[in-house]
Nanobody, 114 residues
Framework: QVQLVESGGGLVQPGGSLRLSCAAS????????MGWYRQAPGSQRELVAR??????NYADSVKGRFTIIRDNAKNTVALQMNSLKPDDTAVYYC?????????WGQGTQVTVSS
């Protein structure tokens, strides 16, 4: 069983930055897949960024603006979000795949508005 706790969401103006953090209840050293998803009202949950042993990948809509950062020493995965746009408004979820099981955080709201 893995518990994930997210933090760092909030309200930010267009062009601003936020950093989301996800803390895992276990050592993440052996976790192969970690990532962030988001879900806007009326939309399906979509992949934002993912980090695996092979590297990282990002949704086209966030490339060059978002960075996923894994810290094995702190058992965290963060999402640095820069140049935020109103279309980035959503609930953001941390995800890990461990032992062929998917685990999700509770979600954190990000609102980009002036």
């Amino acid at each position: 069983q893995v518990q994930l706790v997210e933090s760092g969401g909030g309200l930010v103006q267009p062009g601003g930055s936020l950093r989301l953090s996800c803390a895992a209840s276990i050592s993440i050293f052996s976790i192969n897949v970690m990532g962030w998803y988001r879900q806007a009202p009326g939309s399906q949950r979509e992949l934002v960024a993912r980090i695996t042993r092979a590297g990282t990948n990002y949704a086209d809509s966030v490339k060059g603006r978002f960075t996923i950062i894994r810290d094995n020493a702190k058992n965290t995965v963060a999402l640095q979000m820069n140049s935020l746009k109103p279309d980035d408004t959503a609930v953001y979820y941390c995800h890990v795949r461990y032992g062929y099981v998917d685990y999700w955080g509770q979600g954190t709201q990000v609102t980009v508005s002036s």
